[in-house]
Structure formats: C-alpha cells, structure tokens
C-alpha cells in the first residue's frame, strides 16, 4: 500500500498536516509514512531527482511476488528533500519564493526540519536512518547534528563530506545546463528544456560504470540501442525536472560536510566529527560508483567508532545502492539491511581488556577506576603453552586460559571493531608481554579462540566443506562478543539455512522436505538439540520455530521454553504453522495469541 503525501511545517507550530508548498510560504516538507507507529522508526529522505514514490521501495514495501519487505516491523517515514520538487522547491514555492528567488538550502535545513517533523509525529528515538547518495550524506548529517536521536545509520552509496572529484562531477552537467540557450541566467519563463536535457545527458555517464557500458546492460532494461535508453530514461526523466530545482538540490550536494558542526576549534576536522558520531553505522558503496567510490568509504571507516563496510559487487555503478541495479544487488543490500538491524551491542566481559582500561594513570599518576591492577608476567610461568598458531611477525599475544596465540594486530583490527579501538589505546606501564608482544588474556575457552583464529588465518575453507558445530558456536559467541562482524553473519547464516526464519522460506522448506538438501553443518545424532541451545543463548531466536519440531521435543517442553522467550506473535504463528504441517498435533495455542491455525485446529 502506497502511504499518503502529507505535508509539514514548523512555522508557528509543528503541522503534520500542513498545505502544500505551493499555498504556504513556510518551509514544508512533503512525506510519508508506512506501517504501525508503535513499531520502532525508521527514517528515509529522497535523493539526488528522487521522489517518494521510487524512494528505496525495495526495502519497505512488498515485492512484486508477494515477498514481505526488510523494514516490515518498522515505522518508516519516508520524506523529501527540500529542493526536490515535492517538499519546498524553487518550482513549487509562492511566486515571492519562486524559481531564481528561492533561498539557498543546505542538509542542516533539512535535517533540522527533519528533526522536527520526527518529534511531531511522536518519535522520541530513531532505530535507524538510512538514505541513498544525498540520502546517504543526510544520514550522516543526522547522526553529527544529534547523535543521541538515531541509533543505527545505513550509508548506502554517501559521504560525510563531498569529495572534491564528486564536487567536480556536479560542475560538468551544471554547465550544460546554465549555459544552455534557453536558461536566461535563470529567468527563463517556459521551462529550460534544452538545458536540462543537457544536463541529464552529461549526468548519465557518471550514473554507471564502464563495464556497464562494455556489456551493453541497456539491453537488459529493454532498449534496442543506448540513444533509446539515453531518450527515454535520462531525458525522458531527469530531463524533464525544473532547472532551478535541479540547481538548488546540486547546491545542496556540493555543499555537504560533516565537519562544519561541532566544537570551533574541530570545525573543518572531518576524522574528528566522523569520530563524534555515536550511532552504529553501515556504509554500502558499489564498487563501480564514480560519485562515492568505496575508497572513499575506506577513508571515513578508519574514524568512526562502530563503523563497518559492505561494498555491493555490482557493475550498475552508483544506481546499485539505490535499487535501481540487479536483483541480486537490492537482495545483497536487504540481506544487509536485515543483519545490521538485528545486531545488539555485545555485553563485553571487563576481563578480556581489563590490562587496557583499569591501569591507566591519571594527572594524579592513580587510576580512575581503582588501584592499578598487578599482573604476573606471562614469560616467566612455567605452565603456560603455545598454540601452533604462532606467527614469528605477530605483534600481539591473545591469551586464554593456559594457551597462547601469537597473531597480528592487523589481522584482528581488519575484522573487529572491538581490537581495532583496543589497537588505537596506550599500553599500560606495567604490560605483560612475550617476546615483545602485549599479552591480552581472554576469558573464553581455547577451543573457541582456537576456533576463531584458524577461520581468520585461513577463510576460504568455510566455503568449502561442512562446518562442525561447535566452530559455528565458537564464531556466534566471538563474533557477537568481540564483533567480528563478517564472521558472525556467515556463522548466523550457517544456522538459518537449515532453519527457515520467514515463512516464504519456511513454506519452500515445507514443500521439499522430503528432498536431500544441502547442508552448512556437519550433522551428528542430536545436532539439533545443540542448535536450540545455541540459538538461545545467543538470542538468534528465528531458528526456533523450525527448530523445535525438528527435534521431536513434546508439545509441553516447547511450550515452556517459549514462554521463557517471550517471543513475538510473528514468532508464535511459525511454531503453530510448523507443528500442524510436521506433527499430527494441531497447532499451539498460548495464552492470549491468535496463531491463525488451520480451522481443523482445535
């Protein structure tokens, strides 16, 4: 279902319900909203020529086979930017405001009209902010103006600040477009078409890559040639916007930066505000964007403190973030989308940096958090043995419990956050070490860091053969702990492959159960009690409903352990469908939920 536009000003008074922008001279925002507002919210502004109708619909509404969409628990509010034709623009503004007299506008305009808009409509927090291209710069302006609003920020295809190679792209197409015949320094009276034509031409070859071109990918879009395609869909499109908002939304891309915000003697310190930022952050450019190219993106990951990089492998360019790239483009980003959304923030044992944080002196040369903590030297304990994992170029020793491993903090920082921002701090006077390395002592089993460490050294093997269980526990549990984020996705989809976690899945499950499949885990007698324990007690609560049948286990003992789950409905509705269809029980019913079982149901 398509959400209604509505219109919002904050003039007077907050107006979720205001006149357009045509009769209000106020600055108004054009928007919708999708699902229940009891659920979490989530915020999505328009792009670069994007309206809100073909705003990342991908993510937030059905897909054409009935598939229900990433963001179906959520809130979202979908809104325009100021500039883009549907909220304030120079084309839609009171003729006082209109076209060469509209005011310049930037993303600290429309974050704090986006602010405001959020407020009114009762959201306190946002669970997250996601945005394509200007979309992608919006969320991280959000995050910088008020970073204890949003909790998680998705960067598909942006940059916390327009590089000068993106600021040089914007100039070619502006040209075309201001000096083109029809334009008249802006005070043209019919629209400049000539102009914008011109400029959704040069537009277009910065939109996709080379070897998008070389493989002639027009084609698969329909168009017999690339003038049909360049006719159609660029001016066709973009070609028949209004100039002047076509200039106000570059002004406003050309002029985005982070690093304006914040304390006056960090103004201009782009690692400084990126490293200010507090929400959880997601950056997704596609390897062939010539606007925000992923080395870009590498540049701003090293100074955001829960940053983490996912480049879409697509030769669409910069339209593979957006949703207008290849279906497996736009699943690689829901499937993203989904994981970083159900991350919880691990709760880190003290212990495994308790050498780091604890012993570090103050003006007063004591610790903040108590008397320095007295470490026996490792060396010198005769008990102690090494792993064979033992890398003679290592520069960090990880210990746990009587074992050592010697390996690169490179290695650890490439993949976790957590060693990455413990890599950044001093060491302690009185450090343990070996061989000149710092010994950081863990709290997990060797099995587990053993586990851990061989995968890091050695990756591809998880791709080609069964992986036993308990390496994927090991992973679940370290990769949650220390986030190793990469790691725990593949571990999580180990357990998902074999347990549906949606129903589509679950009723292709159904229909070919009695079919060989391929499996992620080697399977052993009981395996499947061992998953349920693992699943629990690391809230990967999805598996349970196909899980639970699977293991034969009584009507009664799934009952309890639900109960002690506290699961969603959605949650109870599977284990109810998955019963009927599995058992000749009828389906579950618990205290006060309707499951929807079959009428046969008792």
């Not at 996601?130 to 960067?155: C, E, K, N, R, W």
């Not at 598909?156 to 327009?162: F, I, K, Q, W």
């Not at 990756?459 to 080609?464: A, E, W």
């Not at 391929?518 to 809230?539: C, M, Q, S, V, W």
Request: proline content about 6%; glycine content about 6%; hydrophobic content about 40%.
């Amino acid at each position: 279902m398509v959400g209604e536009t509505k219109y919002f000003t904050n003039a007077v008074h907050p107006n979720t319900n205001a006149l357009n922008p045509t009769h209000n001279s106020s600055m108004t925002l054009a928007y919708r909203t999708f699902g229940d507002p009891e659920n979490p919210a989530v915020f999505i502004p328009s792009c670069y020529s994007g309206k809100l109708d073909s705003t990342l619909t991908f993510l937030y509404l059905p897909s054409k086979d009935g598939a229900p969409p990433v963001l179906r628990n959520h809130f979202v509010v979908v809104c325009g930017l100021l500039g883009g034709s549907e909220s304030s623009s120079p084309s839609n503004a009171p003729e006082a405001l209109s076209g060469a007299n509209f005011p310049a506008v930037t993303y600290e305009d429309n974050i704090r009209l986006q602010h405001a808009l959020c407020q009114a409509l009762g959201i306190t927090r946002l669970a997250a902010y996601m945005g394509f291209s200007m979309g992608g710069q919006q969320a991280y302006h959000m995050a910088a103006l008020y970073p204890d609003f949003v909790t998680h920020i998705v960067v598909l295809a942006g940059s916390a600040r327009t590089s000068w190679h993106n600021w040089s792209f914007l100039e070619g197409p502006k040209a075309a477009l201001v000096n083109s015949v029809d334009f008249y320094d802006g005070q043209y009276k019919t629209p400049a078409i000539r102009g914008t034509k011109a400029f959704s031409r040069v537009y277009s070859t910065w939109a996709l890559s080379q070897a998008w071109f070389r493989a002639r990918s027009w084609e698969t879009l329909g168009f017999s040639s690339l003038e049909e395609f360049l006719q159609v869909t660029w001016e066709g499109g973009q070609g028949t916007w209004d100039a002047h908002d076509l200039l106000c939304l570059l002004q406003t891309w050309q002029n985005g930066d982070i690093s304006l915000f914040g304390p006056d003697e960090e103004k201009g310190d782009l690692a400084k505000a990126l490293g200010r930022i507090k929400a959880r952050v997601l950056v997704m450019p596609s390897r062939t964007d010539m606007y925000f190219p992923p080395e870009d993106s590498e540049e701003e990951m090293k100074h955001l403190k829960h940053g983490e990089l996912k480049v879409i492998e697509s030769i669409w360019g910069h339209f593979a973030a957006g949703g207008g790239g290849t279906k497996d483009d736009n699943e690689f980003i829901q499937m993203q989308v989904s994981r970083f959304l159900q991350i919880h923030i691990p709760n880190y044992d003290t212990r495994a940096i308790r050498s780091f944080f604890l012993s570090f002196p103050t003006a007063s040369g004591m610790s903040t958090l108590g008397p320095p903590i007295k470490r026996r030297r490792t060396k010198s304990a005769t008990h102690i043995t090494r792993s064979s994992i033992w890398y003679q170029d290592g520069s960090v020793v990880l210990q746990a419990q009587d074992t050592q491993f010697r390996v690169q903090w490179g290695v650890l920082a490439q993949h976790s956050c957590f060693f990455r921002d413990m890599q950044s701090l001093p060491q302690p006077p009185d450090q343990s070490t070996v061989e000149g390395c710092a010994v950081v002592e863990l709290s997990d089993s060797v099995v587990d860091v053993e586990h851990l460490l061989k995968v890091l050294y050695n990756s591809v093997n998880l791709f080609k053969q069964l992986l036993p269980l308990p390496l994927v526990a090991a992973l679940i549990r370290l990769g949650r702990k220390y986030e190793f984020r990469s790691l725990l996705d593949i571990a999580v989809e180990c357990l998902t492959f074999e347990n549906p976690t949606t129903l589509q899945e679950y009723d292709t499950w159904i229909a070919n159960r009695l079919t060989p499949r391929p499996r992620r885990i080697a399977p052993y007698p009981g395996i499947i009690f061992d998953i349920i324990t693992l699943a629990r007690e690391n809230n990967i609560l999805t598996v349970l409903p196909c899980a639970h049948p699977s293991s034969t286990v009584s009507l009664e003992a799934t009952e309890r352990a639900l109960s002690s789950l506290q699961p969603t409905s959605e949650h109870l509705s599977w284990v109810a469908n998955a019963f009927y269809t599995l058992s000749a029980q009828t389906a579950i019913l618990l205290d006060g939920s309707d499951l929807g079982a079959p009428e046969a149901a008792a």
